[in-house]
C-alpha cells in the first residue's frame, strides 16, 4: 500500500536525513506537498530501503551524485549530515569528494569540499 | 618522483581497469601521449593509490560520476570492468546505478543501465 | 496499493509510450526489473496521471527536458513519437526544441532536431 | 530590418518579462550592451514572437528548460513572473517543474519548486 | 536589415566552418528551416562578426564550450575542421582540449581528443 | 620530483590567480590539503606549464569552461581577475563570454557577465 511506501520511507529518511530531511519535506508543505511524499515515497521508501548496498555505500553514491551535478549545495548539506548519521567518517567523505576530481574536474570538487567544511565546521 | 607516480598510477590502472584502461593510454600516444600520462600519473598514481577509501568504494564513486556526467560511455564501460575487477558484484553495480534515480533521473540511469547490462552480457 | 499504481501507470505508458515505451520497460527484465517497475510507478503512475497539466503539455515538459540534458537520445525518440500520440503536431514539437535555443545554445537543438528528423521521417 | 527586430522583441520581452526583464537588458548596459540587444533581438524578437506554440505554452518550455539547467535562479525568478504574466496558474507551473523529476531527479526540482516559493510569495 | 544578417553570417560561416557549416544548415532545410536561419545570422552574423576577438580566439572558445558541453561530437567535429580552417594548429588545438581537463576531468576532454583524432586522421 | 611539480606550479598560480588562487589552497589546509597540493600541482605544475598556447588564450579556454559548466562563480572570479593578470582586457573577456551565447544560451553567459561586471567594478 501507497501508506507503507511512506511509512517505511519516513522511517528511513528520518534514520538517514534526520531533521535536515524532515525540513524539506516539511518546507514543501504550502507549495508542492506531493513532491514532498514522493521525495519520502520514492528516495527512500523504494530507493533507500533497496537490500544490495547498506547506507554508507548509498550515501557515498548520493554525495557522488550531488558533487557532480553541481549547483545542490541545499541538498548536498543534508546529505553530507546524513553520511556522517550512516558511519560515514569526515575523512572517508573528503575522500569520496576528492575521488571526484579527474572524472569532473575541480571547481565541482572544490564546491562540495567547501560546503563540507561548512557543515563539519558547525557540527 | 614523477616515474614513480607513472608507476605507481600504471600498476593501480592495471589492476583496477585492466586491458581496457590500458587501450584508453595507448590510443593517446599518437594525438596526446601526455595526456595519458596525467591520466596514469593523477587519477591513479594520486587519486584512485590514496588510503582513506578501498578500491570497491571508489569504483561506486567513479561508476556514480559517470551515470550523473551522461555521455561518457565509453569511460563507463572500462569502469564497469573495472568494477567487477576489483570485487563488485554485478548486482552492486545495478543498486548503485539505480539509487542515482532519484538525483538525476531516470534518461542518464536508463543509459548507464544498458551499458552494463552490455558489459554484463559481453562476458 | 502499489499494484494499482504499476497498474494506472501502464495504462498512461501505453497511451503515451506505446510500443517505445513498453519495449524499455522489457529490456530491463534482466537487469534491472525493478527499474522498470518504478519508472511505471513513478513516472507514469504517480506524475503522468496527476491533475493540472494535460497530456500534451506534459510532454512539451518532457520533450524540453530531454533536450536540455542532452545525451538522452534513446529516451527522446521514444518521447517524441509520445508526443505524436498524445496529440501534439510536428510544427508544435518543432516550436519547442526550437523555443530552448535562447536558453541552452544550438548544439543540444540541433542534437533534438536531428532527432526529430529522422523520427519524423520514420513514421 | 534589425531595427524592427529590436523593436517587436522589446514588445514582447515587455509583454512576457515586464520590470524584469527589463531590469537585466538595463544591467548589461556598462559591461555588455550588446548582450542585450541580442536577448531582445534573437530570444524575443525571433524567437518568442513565432507561431506554432502560444505564449503559455512557450513559458512552460522556457520554465522547464531554466528548471533542468540549473543554477539560473536568476533568470527563473524572471520567467516565473512571466509565467504568470502570460496566464499560466501557480498550479500549472508547479505542476509543470514537478514534472520533470522522473527526468532530471529531485534536487533540481526542490532547487526551482523553492524558487517559484520565494516567487509566488512575494507576489 | 536582416538580409545584412544573414548575408554576412553566410559569408563567415563559409570562412570559418565551409562545407561542414553549410551541410548542417542544408540539413535543416526540410524540418526547421528557421532554425538554420537563426545559426546563421545570429550564431555567425552577430556573434562571430565581432571584433575584439580575432577568429582563431573565437575557434578556441567554441571547441571548449563543446568539449565542456559533452555529447556535441557532431559540432565539435564541424568547429575542429573550423580551427583548422582559421589557423589553429592541431597542436594548440590538443592543447586547448587538455586545458579542460583540471576544470572537466577526463572524459569530457577523452571525448574531445578521439573526436579530434578522428578529424585530423580524415585530413 | 613532486616538489619540483609543486614550485613550479606554485609559481604559476602566483603569476596567474595572484592572492586569489593562494587563497583558494590555504581554505584547503584544514579539510583537504592533498587537493590543494593536486590543484597546485595537476592544474598549475603540469598543464599551465605546458607549451603550444600562451597564458592568455589559456585564460581563455579556462574562463570558457567556467561559464559553460554553470555554478563556479567562486572559481570564475578568481579566473577573472587572472585573465586581466595575464594581460587579457575586459573587452576581450566580456567578448569571450558572449561568444559562448549560441553554444549554451544566455543563462549560463548572463550568469558570467554579472559576475564579470562584480569582478571588473571591485578593481
Known sequence: MDDNRFEKGW???MEVDGEGGQRVIESLKEIAPDLGKYVVE???????SREGLDLKQRQLVTLTALT???????????????GLNVGLTQKEIVEAIMHCGPYVGF???????????????GE
Chains 1, 2, 3, 4, 5, 6 share one sequence.
Open 68 to 82: 557532480v551535478l553541481g549547483g545542490c549545495e541545499p541538498q548536498l548539506k543534508v546529505h553530507l549530515k546524513a
Open 42 to 48: 520514492f528516495a527512500f521508501g523504494d530507493i533507500y
Open 11 to 13: 522511517a528511513v529518511l
Open 107 to 121: 571547481p565541482r570538487v572544490l564546491n562540495a569540499i567547501f560546503t563540507a567544511k561548512e557543515v563539519f565546521q
